[in-house]
């Protein structure tokens, strides 16, 4: 047994901060029963962190000792492993826009899997499942912009959308324009009258 998770501590030490490691992915490495039982005890020696069900992530040494890996890490790691798309919650990218100066308190990201709770270190990371059009072109301005009037809602919408034609450069501005058939028509005809039509 002490092999085993050996083995697997070697495996996860490979493995880029943040990445999320399921016990199904370690099958190779022994029964499920065996696996589990080596992640449990990891867990109890403080080696992993339990970042939700059946979910396992590898605490990042420093030399002030040990914490967990950063959110962004470990969402950017979930979705590129799990095949969905994740992205910053409406208020978050509010804020990053400088459309609203509250500071969202807790960690939420949209995502188009299924509606959960991560754990990452004491911090809890709620992903909620969305719709496609709140996770369309993620990474980038246009996107955030997005779901950052979606998060307003129809009635600051127009005054956001005011003060993004004056921050943002053209381009993004385009990006936004050429997404309108995906959004809700309230937001659509927004965005053709502050933008198209100014």
């Known amino acids: 047994m002490p092999r085993l998770t050996a083995r697997i501590l070697e495996q996860m030490t490979a493995l880029p901060e943040g990445a999320a490691v399921s016990a199904r992915a370690l099958l190779h490495l022994g029964t499920r029963a065996a696996v589990d039982q080596s992640l449990s005890r990891l867990v109890r020696r403080g080696k992993l962190l339990r970042a939700g069900r059946g979910l396992y992530v590898r605490p990042v040494a420093t030399r002030f000792g040990t914490r967990p890996p950063s959110v962004q890490h470990v969402v950017d790691a979930l979705a590129g492993s799990r095949g969905e798309v994740i992205v910053a919650h409406g208020a978050a990218a509010a804020?990053?826009?400088?459309?609203?100066?509250?500071?969202?308190?807790?960690?939420?990201?949209l995502t188009s899997g299924r509606s959960r709770d991560l754990q990452v270190?004491?911090?809890t990371v709620e992903l909620r499942h969305a719709p496609a059009w709140q996770l369309s072109m993620p990474g980038t301005a246009a996107g955030d912009?997005?779901?950052?009037?979606?998060?307003?809602?129809?009635?600051?919408?127009g005054e956001a959308l005011r003060t993004l034609r004056q921050r943002?450069?053209?381009?993004?501005?385009?990006?936004?324009?050429g997404a309108r058939?995906?959004?809700?028509?309230?937001?659509?005809?927004?965005v053709s009258q502050v933008i198209v039509n100014a």
Request: net charge neutral; glycine share 6%.
């Open 168 to 177: 943002l450069p053209t381009s993004t501005l385009t990006e936004i324009v």
């Open 121 to 123: 270190g004491a911090q």
């Open 95 to 109: 804020n990053a826009l400088g459309l609203t100066t509250q500071v969202p308190v807790r960690a939420v990201y």
């Open 181 to 190: 058939a995906r959004l809700p028509t309230w937001l659509a005809e927004q």
């Open 145 to 157: 912009a997005i779901r950052a009037l979606s998060w307003l809602g129809e009635a600051h919408a």
